[in-house]
């Protein structure tokens, strides 16, 4: 955990601090060109398999969004999100992940879709064994004011046999970190 969160500030100072020279461009269109971060609440509804054994998960994540063509952008995103145990005894404790995702955002006007790919590390509490494994997520969104970023998508994962999937929300504050 404490490596995920550190390599995320990396990633977080890199991004501004190779922008903080730059200034807000705007497209014949109106909308941002350039680099954003944006920070945000997670809520997860789990689906499949998990919802057998888990209710509602709850986390926080952050995007890197770097404008590479009109309207698009390369995503990098990382999080974590600890579903509660359904059962009271310690059959199966809460489980905890750590998705770390790429992707590729496409905004028709406010409204737009990022297909996602990338890696997801679960723990289940109690137990020693954390697995690592593959992660995909069309994720679909609004943006709000230039600022506000709404957004829901399915997640799904298989770690050494288990299938994780939720159907995630996520609440999340644009920062514009610049044009190129």
Do not use: C
């Not at 200034?23 to 919802?51: D, M, N, R, Y």
């Not at 297909?115 to 064994?129: E, I, M, R, V, Y």
Request: glycine share 14%; aromatic share 12%.
């Amino acid at each position: 955990m404490k490596k995920t969160l550190t390599v995320l500030a990396m990633v977080v100072a890199t991004a501004f601090s190779a922008n903080a020279q730059e200034t807000k461009t705007t497209t014949e269109k109106g909308g941002t060109k350039g680099t954003f971060l944006s920070i945000g609440a997670e809520a997860g509804v789990p689906t499949g398999t998990l919802a057998n054994t888990h209710k509602l998960g709850f986390g926080g994540s952050a995007k890197v969004g770097f404008n590479v063509i009109e309207n698009g952008y390369i995503t990098l995103n990382a999080g974590y999100i600890s579903f509660a145990s359904k059962s009271a005894g310690p059959a199966v404790g809460s489980m905890n992940i750590i998705p770390i995702k790429a992707g590729f955002r496409y905004d028709f006007g406010a409204f737009y879709v990022e297909p996602q790919l990338g890696w997801t590390k679960a723990k289940f509490k109690g137990s020693d064994n954390s697995e690592s494994s593959f992660t995909w997520a069309p994720n679909v969104g609004v943006i709000i004011a230039d600022v506000i970023d709404l957004s829901a998508r399915y997640e799904s994962f298989n770690t050494d046999g288990y299938k994780g999937s939720h159907v995630g929300f996520r609440l999340a504050y644009n920062f514009n970190l610049g044009g190129r």
